[in-house]
Each structure stands twice: as C-alpha cells, then as structure tokens.
Nanobody, 124 residues
C-alpha cells in the first residue's frame, strides 16, 4: 500500500517562511512527477509547483519567485520551501505523486496519489 505523508504546515505571519515535506512510502516501482497543490473552501484544488523525476519544474504564477520545490529521489520525498508568505497563501496544501505501484507491475499504469493535506495559515 502506498502512502504520502506530509508535514511542515502551520501558522506564520505575513512575510514569513515555511517548509513543507512529503514522503512517499510503500510498495513503489517508480515515482515520476511529484508536486504540491492547494485548496481553499469553495474553490478547486490548484497547482502550486511540480517537479518531474528529471528535475524540471513548473510553478503557479502566484508563487513564482517565492516558492521552491525540490525532491530527494533516494528518500522518495518532495519539499516546498515557501518564503514571503502572503495572506492569500492560506490554504490546505496537498502533495501529489504520479507513480507506478508494485501491484500494477513493471509495465502497468501509473496512478496519482495524494497526501492527507496540511494546513498553512498566514495571519497576524
């Protein structure tokens, strides 16, 4: 069984920083894209940043220059360093991993897995 476990959310003042972590565990053959999304009540989940297994990155325009995604492939872990946090960054942040689990076999399909979500609140 595959699990994504996030950590690092919390309460921070405007202008502050947080680092989110997400570790994938379980019976995994390969991990491809890993990323971060966020969601606020009444809105659709939106992409924050994503990184391919080769290291290519994509960021939402709203976080460019303030957030950095990185990953440790040896640890199956993805990170999101967030600086210069703004009120509008308040959301539940979810990590995602596109991976091929052992249950599908080497030639089997990939699936997207999600973490449980971690709350980030930017407030005075």
């Amino acid at each position: 069984q595959v699990q994504l476990v996030e950590s690092g959310g919390g309460l921070v003042q405007p202008g502050g920083s947080l680092r989110l972590s997400c570790a994938a565990s379980g019976s995994i053959i390969s991990i491809y894209d890993m990323g971060w999304y966020r969601q606020t009540p009444g809105k659709q989940r939106e992409l924050v940043a994503i990184m391919t297994s080769g290291g290519s990155t994509t960021y939402a325009d709203s976080v460019k220059g303030r957030c950095t995604i990185s990953r440790d492939n040896g640890k199956n872990t993805v990170y999101l360093q967030m600086n210069g946090l703004k009120f509008e960054d308040t959301a539940v942040y979810y990590c995602s991993a596109d991976l091929r689990p052992l249950t599908t076999g080497v030639g089997g399909p990939r699936y997207r897995y999600w973490g449980q979500g971690t709350q980030v609140t930017v407030s005075t």
